[in-house]
């Protein structure tokens, strides 16, 4: 079935550092895929998605691109902030699976000033 | 603004004793879902409607219910909570994209502690 694997965690940081988190995923069908983040006592909240391959998704400085032929979805960011720190979820969408979102393990993101 | 309601947001119940989560959306979208939520792991999907097709997970336990009365609500019923059942629940709609679902909407999340 449809999976999700994501870099494990906790990820420290000094501020302004570049972050990386690695997302790969396995699916039999055409995904959508997702990087979703939870702020500490909150529900998850999108954060950007791509609906295709080589689609690049962007929002509040992340990025990340649709990469079909390495099936990766990594979450890049040049310069992380304090108010960064989260748990980031990578997920995927896939119409084959149902009405169903497939979530990775999560990665926590601690960012030092 | 639209969203994603959750009520309460900390819920204390003792072992045994049944409770009920809220969750109201004012999205209109056709998808809700219940998921629960352990540390911060990725959150486990419970069950989900589909406008009134409800669809559990396989390894649901029966001790989980879900109630859809209309559109805007949806209840999640644990009959005999355990200690093991203190969780983050979080409650997300999606709308009913021809294509596949799309982006999911949570709301807040309640923290149910059993004693």
């Known amino acids: 079935g449809d999976s999700v694997t994501q870099m494990e965690g906790p990820v420290t940081l000094s501020e302004e550092a570049f972050l990386t988190i690695n997302c790969t995923y396995t699916a039999t069908g055409y995904p959508s895929l997702f990087w979703y983040v939870q702020y500490p006592g909150e529900g998850l909240q999108l954060l950007l998605k791509a609906t295709k391959a080589d689609d690049k998704g962007s929002n509040k400085g992340f990025e990340a691109t649709y990469r079909k032929e390495t099936t990766s979805f990594h979450l890049e960011k040049g310069s992380v902030q304090v108010s960064d720190s989260a748990v980031y979820f990578c997920?995927?969408?896939?119409?084959?699976?149902?009405?169903?979102?497939?979530f990775g393990a999560g990665t926590r993101l601690f960012v030092k000033a | 603004d639209a969203m994603v309601i959750q009520n309460p947001r900390y819920q204390v119940t003792q072992f045994g004793k049944p409770v009920t989560l809220s969750c109201s959306q004012t999205l209109n979208h056709n998808v809700m879902y219940w998921y629960q939520q352990k540390s911060s792991q990725a959150p486990k999907l419970l069950f989900h409607y589909y406008d009134k097709d409800f669809n559990n997970e396989a390894d649901t336990p029966d001790n989980f219910q879900s109630r859809r009365p209309n559109t805007s609500f949806c209840f999640l019923d644990i009959r005999s909570p355990g200690l093991g059942d203190a969780a983050m629940y979080l409650c997300a709609t999606a709308p009913n994209v021809a294509q596949g679902t799309d982006t999911q909407y949570f709301g807040p999340g309640t923290r149910l502690t059993v004693l």
């Open positions: 997920a995927l969408s896939d119409y084959t699976g149902g009405f169903k979102t497939i």
